[in-house]
């Protein structure tokens, strides 16, 4: 593996990455990488794979807060923090493989001014993607949710039939919502010929575009 093939470190002082202990770990899929309370002790990127940080409703169901893909950082925002325990759970949505860097040598990069910066904009991505899970669990109905949800699908597979990366359970959860709940929103939109649903896909009729 090749360190300076990764995005966030690029750029940087090749003599201080000969003196930096980096090690990487592959995980199975639905393997609980961190449990809340755990105490944050590495930063980690993200080599393959997915993982969602969730946290448990009182009736037990999951809400998915944050995914972490390939590229993305997990733990910088805690790493140096008064409370750096992991206040949710994290685990892979598909097996996944994680390059693990010490705090002690997350100190001795910070050195170098470009990996400074690039963990700098990597915790406010982190934060600005919370945001926006706060501002969509507050302010907008299911229906707004789905309706923005599936226009970034659709623009991303480049489709208006999209294919949904995760099960109905996952997606209720991402929502924060009961399984009934989502149901029963998808049947109404499907009833109003605003979308069709065949098992994992929705077709985005021309009422909903």
Do not use: W
Not at 54 to 72: A, C, D, M, R
Not at 83 to 92: E, F, G, L, P, R
Not at 93 to 109: D, V
Not at 176 to 190: D, N
């Amino acid at each position: 593996m090749r360190i300076k093939n990764i995005p966030f470190f690029e750029n940087l002082d090749q003599k201080i990455l000969n003196e930096v202990k980096i090690t990487s770990k592959k995980y199975n899929k639905n393997e609980t990488i961190y449990s809340q309370g755990d105490i944050c002790s590495s930063m980690d990127i993200v080599l393959s794979g997915s993982l969602v940080a969730y946290s448990l409703s009182q009736n037990g169901s999951e809400n998915v807060v944050f995914e972490f893909k390939k590229g993305n950082v997990i733990g910088a925002n805690l790493l140096f923090g008064n409370t750096n325990n992991y206040a949710m759970n994290i685990y892979c949505t598909e097996s996944c493989e994680l390059l693990h860097i010490k705090k002690a040598e997350i100190e001795n990069l910070l050195h170098d001014y470009n990996f400074a910066i690039n963990f700098i904009k990597n915790i406010s991505l982190n934060s600005q993607g919370m945001n926006k899970r706060i501002a969509m669990y507050n302010h907008k109905s299911l229906r707004e949710n789905f309706y923005d949800y599936f226009i970034a699908l659709s623009a991303e597979q480049k489709s208006n039939t999209i294919v949904l990366p995760v099960t109905k359970k996952q997606l209720a959860d991402y929502f924060g919502v009961q399984r009934p709940s989502l149901f029963r929103e998808l049947k109404k939109m499907k009833d109003e010929g605003l979308i069709e649903v065949k098992n994992k896909e929705i077709v985005l009729c021309k009422n909903f575009i």
